[in-house]
């Protein structure tokens, strides 16, 4: 179905756009990934490769390990934001090793963190995941 390459391709581009983004933030402006971030680049990074392959052999059946991948990643992704925002869960955060999970390198409006853009990119993802129909 045409639809299901088209929805391939958004899996892939936003998981492109949130792999630059996180090598950006950790390359170029030298923000130092904490634990937790760590955890959503390796659930992440092979999202991108997974629909890169799958649009290249046309295999939709990539849209499962896609699936799995985003569902954790969105998992992680909002214990991470919550760790972030909510001061209780914050107080628990001092068992990660380096960089506290509670920093908060950028909050633009108040609010978006890089756990949330994460987070964004993961339901994003995971949704696509759910409209790519088997033929």
Not at 55 to 80: P, T, W
């Amino acid at each position: 179905m045409k639809n299901n390459k088209i929805y391939m391709q958004m899996i892939f581009i936003v998981s492109l756009v949130a792999m630059l983004g996180s090598l950006y933030f950790s390359e170029i402006r030298l923000y130092e990934p904490c634990e937790m971030c760590w955890y959503q680049r390796i659930l992440m990074y092979p999202v991108v490769l997974l629909s890169f392959i799958g649009l290249i052999k046309d295999d939709i059946n990539v849209r499962l390990y896609v699936r799995v991948m985003s569902g954790i990643g969105l998992i992680v992704s909002a214990y991470h934001y919550g760790l972030q925002k909510i001061p209780a869960l914050g107080e628990s955060a001092n068992a990660c090793m380096g960089v506290s999970c509670t920093v908060q390198y950028i909050n633009w409006a108040g609010f978006i963190t890089i756990p949330l853009l994460a987070l964004t990119a993961f339901i994003i993802i995971f949704i696509l995941s759910f409209l790519i129909k088997k033929d």
